[in-house]
């Protein structure tokens, strides 16, 4: 099956700090990606959709000058966590593919301290 | 609004014994549901999806669902766990065919296998 990556799979920042988090298609182009968010003992909750080409679309809720989505090439799409606390500290995970088959990335675990 | 549930946490079993995980959703009309598997350190594994058809899905590792539209059920089952199932089960769906939705997926909460020897 296609492959989704994530980098990096672990990362610890100081609060105030930004952290970049990449995730790739490998295998294959896709125009959009979707990132996740799961907190701890918790389901995944979408976060928003990363348009290749144009801007992403955000769920109710998240922040998008906190979390800026870029969605440069056909096989990548980044998650920045800007100005990062304590609260942010989670599991991300992005996924793609085609229509209604979904392929995740191995996540990346953000702590912020 | 809709939304998924997975009234079990946690479920522990021996292996050999069979296996039912539980997901009910609710939604306007017929969703897309799917039923992933998340092993520690690991992505999320599609096990199977219903999109519409025979109401009994067969998946990979021996799992089948069951779409029961009246229950609003998508149920998880497998008739011989192995030690190798011991993972945490999402079930999930997305809007049908039309829908502006497309990718997105609504999870339920999870429920952690456990197996015993």
């Known amino acids: 099956g296609a492959v989704v990556s994530q980098h990096p799979s672990r990362v610890i920042c100081k609060s105030g700090t930004s952290v970049k988090i990449e995730c790739r298609s490998l295998?294959?182009?896709?125009?959009?990606m979707f990132w996740y968010r799961q907190f701890p003992k918790k389901s995944l909750m979408l976060m928003a959709t990363s348009n290749e080409g144009s801007k992403a679309t955000y769920e109710q809720g998240v922040e998008k000058d906190k979390f800026l989505i870029n969605h440069a090439s056909l096989t990548l799409s980044t998650l920045t966590v800007t100005s990062a606390h304590p609260e942010d500290s989670s599991f991300y995970i992005c996924?793609?593919?085609?229509?209604?088959?979904?392929?995740f990335g191995p996540g990346t675990r953000l702590t912020v301290t | 609004a809709q939304s998924v549930t997975q009234p079990d946490i946690h479920i522990t079993v021996s292996e050999g014994a069979s296996l039912e995980l539980r997901c009910n959703y609710s939604?306007?009309?017929?969703?897309?549901l799917f039923w992933y598997v998340q092993s520690p350190g690991q992505g999320l594994q599609l096990l199977l999806k219903?999109?519409?058809?025979?109401?009994l899905v067969q998946g990979i590792k021996g799992f089948e669902a069951e779409f029961k539209r009246s229950q609003s059920s998508f149920n998880l089952r497998k008739p011989s766990v192995h030690w190798s199932d011991a993972a945490e089960y999402f079930c999930a769906l997305t809007r049908g065919a039309g829908g502006t939705s497309y990718g997105k997926l609504t999870f339920g909460q999870g429920t952690i296998l456990t197996v015993h020897p």
């Open positions: 219903y999109f519409s058809g025979d109401t």
């Open positions: 939604y306007g009309a017929t969703p897309y």
């Open positions: 996924s793609a593919g085609p229509l209604y088959e979904q392929y």
């Open positions: 295998d294959f182009q896709a125009t959009t």
